[in-house]
């Protein structure tokens, strides 16, 4: 009796066309939603890991890790005298005004790095090398910076080329490969000096300790004894992930306008089908009240009304799903929009289309449950 | 000799109603009913009179109120609306007004339908399917959609779904009256053979008075009751005052 019941699903290509459109909207929406939120959120942690730190030491009122108040000098040398630490180096971040070759100036985000281990330094690089940002004036910058400040130039940026970073020329030296900044700012690594050289004058410029435990310590130990001893706020890398996470759900609108568009995707999702498949059942109300008369049992006409609502919603999720996919394909190697596509996202997506599926069916299950088989015989 | 003549379906004293209070609408009246094997059975009666209410009981596609069936020597009284349902599926036969044929599918998984119901196999469902068909005289209609055949030729499909799973009771209400009076006559025809068959009887429901001639007993219904039931000589007089 079920292949029957998909070619009466199929039949009806109107409304069975409704059926798998509104599930495949719904399921396109719940993903590529929650692929794009996830990705705005590894965004806001991509600072972390551009860094590869594993302690981070920031000011006590520090809230999230894209957030920078100033250091006192002297606090590294607290932090390296804490029972536990390897060792603990200055770091300086700060967003800055870069003049591109046009003229335009271009917001870039500056990294000082400790001059003499390089500590914090870019995950990969693409071209030049590391070790000469020791040189006076020298930079290293990534590929969006690249894009940015190749403005007005025939060729892209490349190595030897120079730009103004407040007033002041910057060779590049480098090239490197990073994840791209919450904030969306081109990164521009130099040194720790260097930066303060580019940075406008303020009372404190340490902006943060990177910092390493002692082998044989964990990182939450000695995060705990730093901050325990210093005053200063210590995290893990990990743990630094996790309260910038939460601080832009707590103190952003972003959660909440992604939450109401995946919801509004199930809502959809919900009436579209629900209304299509209900009116489908309506319509076929005397076709199921003889298929009643001849012996058929509720039990089988609700299982094959199951397996039209699941079809439909399997068909649904997977043109919901591949479209997504294709987004992402599509999107990744520009990297705009931020786009994660992660298993438990299709894993809920596909548990919001089995109870859309489930409730689609149940209106019509309901309906054939309480239809008595002799409506076959009234005109 | 003379086989002895087993009843089909036996109907005592029941009653059936419907709506409450000032809209109770009482359909059947303590209707008394029989049919035996190898009858072709015409109900005929004004519009209202309980005939249709008397075919549905009898297939036990209505609940009833008081009073006893018995078909094909199975006391429906006895039987949970879940055995009613297998017996329906196992013994009985239907054929409908407007065909009721599923129109998304062909002529051939129309007909396999009570044989699927019946736990056939798909193949061999299909099989049967297509020699009933042909027995109907459409056998290069099988991978038709019934919209794309006549009434007649739906009537005809539909008559084969009825006898696929070889009931012993053929229920059909009004199965001429969509049809001109040749088809009328064809279909008339392989019910009549149908009804002929051992075991087998056919309960027709009409307000046709052109298949008169085909019954073997014609009950006529007035106001939920019996009003009367002939056959032999009187019905043939019957049948000859209507032509």
Known sequence: MFHLALKMLMGDRAKYIMLVGGLTFSALLMTQQTAVFQGLLSWTTSHLRNMRAPLWVVEAHVDYANETKPLRDTDVNRVRSVKGVDFAVPMYQGILKARAFDGSDKQVMIIGLHGATLFGRPPQMLAGNLETLRLPNTVVIDELGVQRLSAGRKKPIGLGDTFEINDREARVVGICRTERHFFGYPYVFTSYDQALQYAPRQRKMLSLILASPRPGVTPAEAARRISAETGLKAYTSDEFAKVTVAYIWKNTGIPMSFMTTIILGFIVGVAVSGQTFYSFVLENLRHLGALKAMGASTWTLARMLLLQAFTAGFIGYGMGVGITAAFGFAVLPGGQPPFVLEAASLIRTAVAIVIICFFAALLGIRKVAKLEPAVVFRG | ?243
């Open chain 2, 1 to 243: 000799m003379k086989s002895e003549i087993k009843p089909a379906v036996t109907v005592s004293g029941v009653t059936k109603s419907f709506g409450s209070g000032d809209s109770r609408t009482v359909a059947l009246k303590g209707t008394d009913f029989g049919t035996d094997e190898g009858e072709l059975h015409l109900v005929v009666g004004p519009s209202g009179c309980g005939k249709t209410t008397l075919l549905s009981v009898v297939a036990g596609t209505l609940k009833w109120d008081a009073g006893d069936i018995e078909v094909l020597g199975t006391k429906l009284n006895g039987l949970s609306p879940a055995e009613i349902t297998a017996f329906r599926g196992r013994h009985i036969g239907f054929i409908f007004q407007q065909f009721n044929l599923i129109p998304t599918l062909s002529c051939v998984e129309n007909v396999s339908v009570p044989l699927l119901l019946n736990g056939a196999k798909r193949a061999a469902a299909e099989k049967k399917a297509a020699e009933l068909l042909a027995l109907v005289g459409l056998a290069d209609k099988g991978r038709k959609r019934p919209t794309e055949l006549s009434g007649g030729q739906q009537q005809r499909v539909a008559i084969a779904r009825a006898l696929s799973h070889e009931p012993r009771l053929l229920i059909c209400d009004e199965p001429t009256s969509a049809l001109d009076s040749e088809t009328g006559h064809q279909i008339m025809d392989l019910l009549s053979t149908a009804a002929r068959s051992p075991g087998r009887c056919v309960i027709i429901v009409t307000h046709d008075p052109r298949i008169y001639g085909y019954a073997d007993r014609i009950t006529a219904m007035e106001d939920g009751r019996l009003k009367h039931v002939l056959s032999g000589d009187p019905l043939k007089q019957f049948v000859q005052s209507h032509r």
